[in-house]
């Protein structure tokens, strides 16, 4: 009979980190293709150097692994109980009389350090790239004007200045059908009209030059109760960004760059209960509760590893995912409840990890009684699942 101890527990955690890596920068690489077409417009469009790209990449990474991580956990554990049935490794502990308890210490051991590594990412690496990332798309802004720019908007966010285009062309830097209203001049309101323009750039000084063809430019001058109309050739106008509005965007943290205790801070004190307070309620929970999820996947990918000697060989891939999504439905219901407080917001973030665990613990049970999952009970539960999902939208 072959005791389980020190040497299978080494063996099987060191077989799972290989996996593990690969499944973070596969996930992580499906993640960044997402952005590529922003980043494509970046270079091409705004000129925006490598370097601001690749920062803008690393501040967007945390975000992206408080997701990847509990699911690299999941496949890393299953890939390699997969692999080891294939090679009659799982056969051979069996027949020695190793069951599925016997190795949950190393695949613990392993979630434990998933746990902690998601744990930082969500208290400080998300706060911390949030902040960042902000932080470089307003310097982009002030030294790329046009970023800023919206079409079919008006745009107030320049000093005493209302900006209107019509199209851009990002490339060429080009205008067409822009409208100007300058207030700049005390009791003097100046509204300027012209159907192509172009945008120049001073990086430097935080501000952009627009010159206008072949416009109208309409005077008001309320003190001497003026009108004067010119029309002109080519018109330049220098707009620069408020100062006061890029200090509160600095100074204002969104949701996702709050700290722990900025969270509890806002909650502690804020005494009307609105839907901001329900989002940022449930952004707590979420921090506490994601970091989580790799216990019950990677309990469930051990489960389902340990069934594959009686299926095809790569069999539990598809449970796998199907769970995976499970989980995020769930997780993604649970919010659109909680928003709103119909639901307490703790219930909609931990009721997905409760659910797993539970499912998790059912399965290894049984897993250890050498029953297997079936089709039909996964049908069963993605009916469960719509049925909460409808019921989360009424």
């Known amino acids: 009979m072959i005791k389980p101890g020190g040497v299978i527990y080494r063996y099987i955690f060191k077989e799972m980190i290989l996996p593990f890596i690969i499944c973070v920068v596969f996930f992580m690489f499906v993640f960044l293709m997402t952005q590529l077409l922003d980043i494509i417009n970046y270079i091409v469009n705004y000129q925006v150097n490598a370097t601001d790209i690749f920062w803008m990449l690393v501040y967007s990474m945390p975000f992206s692994l408080l997701f990847v ?24 502990l069996q027949g020695g009389g190793v069951s599925i308890y016997n190795v949950i210490p190393p ?36 030294s790329n004007f046009e970023i800023g720019i919206k079409e079919h908007t008006f745009n107030d966010q320049f000093d005493n200045i209302i900006f209107y285009v019509n199209g851009m062309d990002p490339k060429t830097r080009r205008l067409t059908d822009v409208f100007i209203e300058d207030q700049r001049k005390e009791g003097v309101v100046a509204t300027i009209v012209a159907p192509a323009g172009r945008i120049f750039s001073d990086p430097e000084r935080h501000r952009s030059h627009i010159r206008l063809f072949n416009g109208t430019l309409n005077q008001v001058d309320f003190k001497t109760r003026a009108v004067n109309t010119i029309n002109f050739k080519t018109y330049d106008i220098t707009m620069k960004f408020k100062q006061s509005d890029l200090a509160a965007q600095k100074n204002r943290k969104l949701r996702k760059e709050m700290t722990f205790a900025d969270l509890r801070s806002y909650l502690a004190t804020q005494k009307q209960k609105t839907t901001y307070y329900y989002v940022l309620q449930l952004e707590y929970y979420k921090r506490y509760a994601l970091p989580m999820a790799c216990f019950p996947l990677g309990l469930i990918a051990l489960a389902l590893g340990f069934q594959g000697h009686s299926r095809k060989r790569s069999w539990g891939l598809g449970p796998a995912l199907f769970f995976f999504i499970f989980y995020y439905v769930i997780l993604t219901a649970g919010r659109a409840l909680g928003e709103d407080g119909a639901y307490p917001p703790i219930l909609g973030m931990w009721m997905p990890n409760f659910i797993l665990g539970v499912l998790a613990i059912v399965m290894t049970m049984q897993t250890a009684k050498g029953n297997t999952l079936d089709m039909e009970g996964l049908k069963k539960l993605w009916q469960w699942k719509n049925r909460f999902v409808r019921a989360s939208g009424s």
């Open 107 to 142: 695949v613990l051991l392993f979630c434990i350090l998933a746990w902690l590594a998601a744990f930082f990412v969500t208290a400080k690496a998300i706060p911390w790239g949030s902040t960042s990332f902000k932080n470089l798309t307003i310097r982009l802004a002030e």
């Open 69 to 92: 991580l509990p699911m690299a956990t999941m496949m890393a554990i299953l890939l390699t109980f997969i692999r080891m049935t294939n090679d009659n490794e799982v056969v051979a």
